[in-house]
């Protein structure tokens, strides 16, 4: 079964930068665009960003264009994602999750059902 394991958030000003790591298990890394997602308190979780398997593709919500950057290392297993130029609304739960498929569609993710999520990792920004 996948097991996912999501690090790296923590408290931070806005302004600063954060990379964010997901490390995938029991599943074959290559085989599988990775998304992530966050889940700010009383929202519904939302899609962030994907990367196609070979890391050449990438998809990101409006939102976020310009200030986050997915990407992978398929030797490791992981996925990343660099947030920068944190802002308050950035705050959330981030999870990353895998994909059989690469769309680039934010809504196409939005309505996907995962099954498992990992823990995530909570990032949380002071004005």
């Known amino acids: 079964q996948v097991q996912l394991v999501e690090s790296g958030g923590r408290l931070v000003q806005a302004g600063e930068s954060l990379r964010l790591s997901c490390e995938v298990s029991?599943?074959?890394?290559?085989?599988?665009?990775m998304a992530w997602f966050r889940q700010a308190p009383g929202r519904r979780r939302e899609f962030v960003a994907i990367i196609d398997e070979f890391g050449d593709k990438t998809h990101y919500r409006d939102s976020v264009k310009g200030r986050f950057t997915v990407s992978r290392d398929n030797a490791k297993n992981t996925a990343y994602l660099q947030i920068d130029d944190l802002k308050p609304e950035d705050t959330a739960t981030y999870f990353c999750?895998?994909?059989?498929?690469?769309?680039?569609?934010?809504?196409?993710?939005?309505?996907?059902?995962?099954?498992?999520w990992g823990q995530g990792t909570q990032v949380t920004v002071s004005s």
């Open positions: 999750n895998t994909d059989a498929l690469f769309r680039p569609s934010s809504v196409y993710y939005d309505n996907r059902h995962y099954n498992p």
């Open positions: 029991g599943r074959i890394f290559t085989d599988w665009a």
